[in-house]
């Protein structure tokens, strides 16, 4: 496209307006731009050059060039200058500097120019957004700019306030717009979502104020994200407003004041207009599926991926989720890795790092972080990934305040496993939380009969729990949810029930909603019987999921049997596992003066279970510490039980993560030991387990069996199995 109206013969021809030539004689033509320089050589090229300087047309440098070369040679290196994106032909409508930008590009200068000026742009501004400052530097970039369709997209009150202007000053309909706000989170913004996508156009979101200016991404690719796609996430990482949204009956956000500098909300401004200019230029590239965020302060910047959730109420399909759920679920067996460190997983933690990590990013991804913990002893791993969403209640500052299970975690015996484990819990629990739009009947449980489950059938509350809960939770108060017992359940109230697959009878059964799922209801508020995360798993197949959750409910079976009975268990002889990964442990642990032993726990199930224990031997308080790890083969029973451990020592004394913490737990820190609670060491009656104590065939993911021969336990009245968590004296630090 041509600006002038010239035809492509009538303009001149020459070097791309980037490019500054310099032929130097007996040599080379020079080509310099900001991309680097470009050589040509031969003295064909140097007399050619000479013509191309940009005042000629293509038929007057070939003319001319017919003097001292054949005529074909000229037009054969002519079309291979072309070719090679060197020359073009000169627009004199357009701006050369703005001609040599969008040659850089890779567009062309007079086309771009022409998309510019024929392309209308509706401006729209929200909040403390100048509208009549964000036209005016339209203009000034060239932009055509037209009212916007609906006065309630303005800020401008002489515009809300004249009824006319639909209909009188509307104008010429807009190819494109730029939505400028001060918050993403916008309430308005749904409804200029919702005119965009029935318009099929496309839009840009920018937030040109701030300390951090925000801008993008575009919206309006049929197969990309739209904004509540984005505001779906946004959400889920402000939980700390949560509190003050719940108490002030508020949606969306809670306005703050604005931190900011004239020339940070002219370089915002700027910048989003530019990137306007861009995409109506019809520069494409993949950053604009993005928000790009430039902290003014230290001028650092990065970008963030805006990915389309497929079940997304707006522009997706809101029933797949629920589908999903109502499903029947069908095991099949697959290989395991053979990397070491796989844990018998059907991919290495180097292929599910490289699936999901893109999962993870502080302002559009599912976990907010996935970084090293900074309080881990030299030579363990132990990476974070965000807050810990399956401690549920966000409507209070008890339900977001810090401590030891705060986090979601990872470990490991190389940094990348950490990295894995904690990017995978932090899924599993993200994949817990209640969204909305998971499928729910509304019934007793007597009238769902026999499809139905009572809750305690999964809690395993005793009769005397229910009988004296209120006593009980008002006694242990201090360990927020984790301690509480449930009101009995009423069969002929009316509750939520969410259909889940039995792998043993092949059919679905149902439970209450809440028990299934972390967070709220509709009522906003947790209701019981409250959900925990005993037995939530994530897993490279689903398989693997379902095998790790069976692992982790073994574990905290055999766990619930040695802690509230206080029975004395075997040693597990370290010296007999002969592995690399336990001797750099044992060293770390040492180095950081403390002392490390391991207890078999395993119970009935066979399933070898181990306890990994610490404490202090220097410098203080024992600060006893535990890891658990269960596993068909008791050579990865110990590894997980051992790095896990690292996940659960106390931080640094100085540190505002010690502050955090519940004082339960800090009074087990400051008074817990071995001497005082004798059965955290090991049976001296008892032989140390080596590891052919247990019989281990390898096989299939499904297939891999462990045998021993066990004792049997003889429970107290308090005893607990999986979920149960209430204990006669001391109470489960965690």
């Given amino acids: 496209m041509i600006t002038s109206g010239h035809r492509a013969d009538e303009l001149p021809v020459g070097f791309k307006r980037h490019l500054r030539v310099e032929a130097i004689a007996g040599d080379a033509?020079?080509?310099?731009?900001?991309?680097?320089?470009?050589?040509?050589?031969?003295?064909?090229?140097?007399?050619?050059?000479?013509?191309?300087?940009?005042?000629?047309?293509?038929?007057g440098v070939l003319e001319e060039a017919a003097r001292s070369l054949p005529s074909d040679t000229a037009a054969r290196m002519i079309a291979e200058l072309a070719r090679a994106d060197l020359i073009g032909y000169h627009d004199p409508a357009v701006d050369a500097g703005a001609e040599g930008y969008w040659e850089l590009s890779g567009l062309r200068g007079g086309s771009a120019a022409a998309s510019l000026q024929t392309t209308p742009v509706e401006v729209i501004a929200l909040g403390r957004i100048d509208a009549s400052a964000a036209r005016a530097e339209c203009a000034a970039a060239g932009l055509r700019t037209v009212e916007p369709e609906d006065p309630e997209d303005s800020e401008d009150p002489a515009r809300q306030?004249?009824?006319?202007?639909?209909?009188?000053?509307?104008?010429?309909?807009?190819?494109?717009?730029?939505?400028?706000?001060?918050?993403y989170l916008d309430p308005r913004l749904a409804a200029v979502d919702a005119r965009h996508r029935a318009a099929g156009r496309a839009w840009l979101l920018a937030k040109p104020c701030g300390a951090e200016t925000w801008v993008g991404p575009v919206f309006g690719d049929p197969n990309g994200a739209c904004w509540e796609c984005l505001a779906h996430r946004l959400r889920g990482h402000r939980t700390s407003m949560a509190p003050v949204l719940h108490a002030l009956g508020l949606s969306g956000t809670v306005p703050v004041p604005e931190a900011s500098l004239a020339t940070v909300r002219a370089m915002g401004l700027h910048t989003a207009v530019l990137e306007a200019e861009k995409w109506v230029a019809g520069l494409r590239y993949e950053g604009q599926r993005a928000i790009c965020v430039l902290d003014t302060r230290t001028l650092r910047t990065r970008q963030h991926p805006v990915a389309r959730r497929p079940q997304c109420g707006a522009c997706g399909d809101p029933g797949l989720v629920a589908e999903t759920v109502r499903r029947p679920f069908t095991v099949r067996s697959s290989p395991r890795t053979h990397v070491v460190g796989g844990n018998h997983r059907a991919h290495s933690a180097e292929t599910v790092l490289a699936r999901y990590r893109h999962l993870a990013d502080p302002v559009t991804g599912i976990v907010a972080e996935l970084r090293p913990a900074a309080d881990c002893p030299e030579g363990l791993h132990r990476y974070v990934a965000g807050r810990n969403l399956a401690l549920g209640d966000t409507h209070s500052l008890a339900g977001l305040r810090g401590g030891l299970r705060s986090q979601s975690g990872g470990k490991g015996t190389t940094p990348q496993e950490a990295e894995v484990g904690a990017l995978c819990e932090a899924l599993e629990r993200y994949c817990g939380t209640r969204q909305g739009d998971e499928p729910v009947v509304r019934d007793t449980l007597t009238g769902l009969g026999a499809a139905a489950l009572h809750p305690n059938a999964c809690q395993l509350f005793a009769d005397r729990q229910f009988r004296e809960r209120e006593a009980w939770n008002n006694r242990?108060?201090?360990h927020a949810g984790f301690q509480r017992v449930p009101p009995p359940f009423d069969p002929a109230a009316p509750a939520e029930w969410t259909p889940v697959w039995s792998l043993t009878q092949g059919t679905h059964r149902y439970l209450p909603t809440s028990m299934l799922y972390f967070g709220a209801g509709p009522g906003g508020v947790p209701t019981a019987p409250w959900a925990d995360s005993n037995g939530n798993a994530a897993g490279s197949s689903p398989e693997d999921a379902v095998l790790q959750g069976l692992l982790e409910l073994v574990e905290r079976d055999a766990v619930a049997l040695w802690w509230y009975n206080r029975t004395r268990q075997p040693a597990v002889d370290l010296d007999a596992f002969d592995e690399p990964w336990l001797a750099r442990a044992r060293r770390a642990y040492?180095?950081?003066?403390?002392?490390?032993?391991?207890?078999?726990?395993?119970?009935?199930?066979?399933?070898?279970?181990?306890?990994?224990?610490?404490?202090?031997?220097?410098g203080g308080p024992e600060a006893v510490s535990f890891g658990f790890g269960a596993h068909f083969d008791p050579r990865l029973a110990l590894r997980r039980a051992v790095t896990e451990l690292a996940q659960l020592l106390p931080p640094k004394s100085d540190s505002s993560a010690i502050r955090a913490m519940d004082r339960a737990l800090l009074d087990w820190w400051h008074t817990g030991t071995i001497e005082n609670q004798p059965y955290l060491c090991p049976d001296p009656a008892e032989s140390p387990r080596i590891p052919d104590h247990w019989t281990y065939t390898p096989g299939g993911i499904s297939g891999t069996t462990s045998k021993r021969r066990t004792r049997s336990c003889a429970p107290t009245e308090w005893t607990c199995s999986s979920s149960t968590r209430l204990g006669p004296t001391w109470d489960f630090p965690w």
């Fill in 161 to 183: 306030e004249d009824p006319e202007w639909p209909a009188g000053r509307a104008g010429t309909a807009a190819a494109f717009s730029l939505v400028l706000c001060d918050d």
């Fill in 590 to 618: 040492a180095e950081a003066g403390r002392e490390l032993w391991v207890l078999d726990l395993t119970a009935d199930f066979g399933i070898p279970v181990m306890a990994a224990l610490s404490r202090r031997t220097r």
């Fill in 476 to 478: 242990h108060a201090r």
């Fill in 29 to 59: 033509v020079y080509l310099l731009s900001e991309r680097g320089t470009t050589a040509l050589q031969g003295r064909e090229v140097q007399e050619l050059a000479a013509l191309l300087d940009g005042t000629r047309t293509l038929t």
